[in-house]
Nanobody
Framework: QEQVAESGGGSVQAGGSLRLSCESH??????????WSWWRQRPGQEREFVSE????????TYADSVKGRFAISRDNSDTKVYLQMDNLDPADTAMYYC?????????????WGQGTQVTVSS
């Protein structure tokens, strides 16, 4: 059983938008919160950080390459996170992965999703 599931990938032309979703019910009893992050991996390259949100502080961070174009958000139930991607560029083509980390007493709950493919054509 997958603990984390991504959806929303697809193919778009440059300048278009996509919204990725990540869902997990693994942290229902984690009162200390969850750290949700998005990563991506281009063919032949290492996985790189894209964006992150901490459910306890709601602090959001972004890689420089996506600042001003991508926005991470979460629902208050802490079961779903979104990545709104606007003004997409062919360089954004990658497999996108959701990563979840429990905070505090739930620190051992650390999961990766299977990934969702984003393809941007010029």
């Amino acid at each position: 059983q997958e603990q984390v599931a991504e959806s929303g990938g697809g193919s778009v032309q440059a300048g278009g938008s996509l919204r990725l979703s990540c869902e997990s019910h693994a942290y229902t009893y984690c009162e200390d919160g969850v750290r949700w992050s998005w990563w991506r991996q281009r063919p032949g390259q290492e996985r790189e950080f894209v964006s992150e949100v901490d459910s306890t502080t709601d602090v959001r961070t972004y890689a420089d390459s996506v600042k001003g174009r991508f926005a991470i958000s979460r629902d208050n139930s802490d079961t779903k996170v979104y990545l709104q991607m606007d003004n997409l560029d062919p360089a954004d083509t990658a497999m996108y992965y959701c990563h979840t980390e429990g905070i505090g007493l739930c620190f051992s709950l650390d999961y990766w999703g299977q990934g969702t493919q984003v393809t941007v054509s010029s």
